[in-house]
Every structure is written in structure tokens, then in C-alpha cells.
């Protein structure tokens, strides 16, 4: 049995997750929730479980990125001893351990046609069937997915079955990103720094100066990147006063991240360096960067602007 978890937030987001939770705890209809990475997806499947007449039975999960296609298939649903080489035993599939409770794809959008294939059996007909046995394996099972991408704009590009998006997506929920709700940013940092203090029996207090910081950031890696800061921030404290230096910002190597990034801060490190008159050190401070990555986007809107004179002068 999981222990009933709580999503943390007082934005409007939150609390009309928390009544669509409610509601579909009430019934077995399959549940889609979308957002970015780090939003909290799984931990909303996970409440939707617990609040519902299945809170006793099992919650399992598969991320379906992190598997090729046959031990995937093999880890779903089971295999039958000698049904391949290796096969030694029989093996019990992860949805067959689910019986009477939940399970949980994360990252269903990246899933084979062949392996949909198969799952859209399973949802229509509530049976598995083992690698190499000929018979089905009646189920009761309730199934919540979850995916970073715009699985409509797949479908439309024919890399997603039609049939399977509309069996499994009965009940969808969007999870807005954390720099989309900031007023559940204090919350969430309250309930980080109650963890590490029941952990390490030892407390914690953060500045103001410390969270006016995190309030100017963008958090491209959602709540489980506001978990990771905190922490951090925890470790390089001095007396359990985490300051505004302890703050830091690791940065986001995926060249389409960043460009996101680079963009969403144009503005305001323009302003930024008006109010400093040019002063690059003063303006990485105040936004919550090393001067390194402030001359990295600085050079990228550069390189930017050139092309497209270039581009203008040829037309």
C-alpha cells in the first residue's frame, strides 16, 4: 500500500487538479495526465490511486522511454518458460502484479506501433497474454498514463495509433509548468526543507534574498528541479541559513532548452543591463547566472541577429 501523497500548491492549477482527482478516483476510466518533465505526473497518478476503492491493491509503473521494444513487451506481459532464449522461467508481467489495482505508463507516447498494438488488446478486452502462451489471462486493472509531448500532434503525424489515444484518454489533465504557477513555489520549498529537516534532525531556514532569486527563474526542470536546488542549497549552508548564494542554477545542456531559455530572459536581462549601464557582473547577479552563461546568450542573440541581416541582404 503507497502512502497517500500530497501534491503541494495553492495555485488554481492545483486545486482544479486536486477536484479532477477526486473525480475520476470515482470511477475505472483510463487517465492521461500531460506536462513537462518534472512537473509531478507520476505523484498525480499516484494520488488518484490512493483516493480511490483500489488504494490497497498495488500501484506499479513502467517508463516506456527506458526500454527497447522486446524486454518492454517481456516486462508488460510476461513470458512463458522456453519462450525465447533465456527464458528460464515463467515470468509474471508487470500489468498481471497490477490485478485489482493501478498501473502506470510514463512516457506512453514513446512507445512502438507494435507494442500499441498489443496494449490496445489488453485495455479493450481486460486480458494479457504471456510471451509464448496461447491463451489469454483475464485482468482487472486500472490503467493512468503520462507524457511530456503533445500526443495529438503525434497522432496527426500518424506516430500514435488514433484508436489507442482515444481509449486511453477518457479522462486527460494538463499539469501547468512550475514558472506557470509560481505562488505554489513557497509551499513546495516548505515542504523540501520539512523533509531534510526530518532527515537530518537539523533546520533549515532560507533568506529572503535566497527566494526572491528562485522567484526570477524559469525552472526548465519543473518541481523535481526546485527539489534539486533546495537540496543542494541544504549541503553548501552555513548554520542551516541557506543564502542567496547557495542558490545555484545548474545548466541545461539540451541546445533546445536553452534556446527556450535564452529567449524567455532576453527581456529582462535587457533591462537588467540598462538599470546597470552595461554592468554584466551586477546584471548575472541579479538574474541568477554566472557571467559565463550570461555572455553565452548574449553571443547566441548576437550570432542570431547577424543571420538574419545576412539573410535580409540576400533577398
Known sequence: MIKEPLIIGKSRAI???????RKAAKSDSNVVILGETGVGKELAAKMIHCL?????KPFLKINCANLNDNLLESEL???????YTGAFFDKFGLIEEANQGTFFFDEIAD?????QAKLLGVIEDKEIRRIGENKGRKIDVRFIFATNKNINDLVARNRFRQDLFYRI???T???PPLRERSEDINLLIDKILDEKKTKMSFDFHITNEAINKLFKYSFPGNVRELENIIKRACELSEHGVIREEDIYFQ?????????????FKMSKIIDALIKYQGNKTKVAKELGMSRTQLYRILNFEDEKNNKTKEASSLT
Do not use: D, P
Request: hydrophobic letters at 40%; glycine letters at 4%.
Open 173 to 175: 489533465f494538463y499539469i
Open 77 to 83: 506481459f510476461g513470458h512463458k518458460k522456453g519462450a
Open 15 to 21: 486545486k482544479e487538479f486536486f477536484a479532477f482527482a
Open 111 to 115: 512507445i512502438s506501433f507494435n507494442i
Open 169 to 171: 484518454s477518457i479522462l
Open 52 to 56: 480511490s476503492h483500489r488504494k490497497e
Open 251 to 263: 545548466e541545461i545542456q539540451n541546445k533546445n532548452v536553452r534556446i527556450k531559455r535564452t529567449r
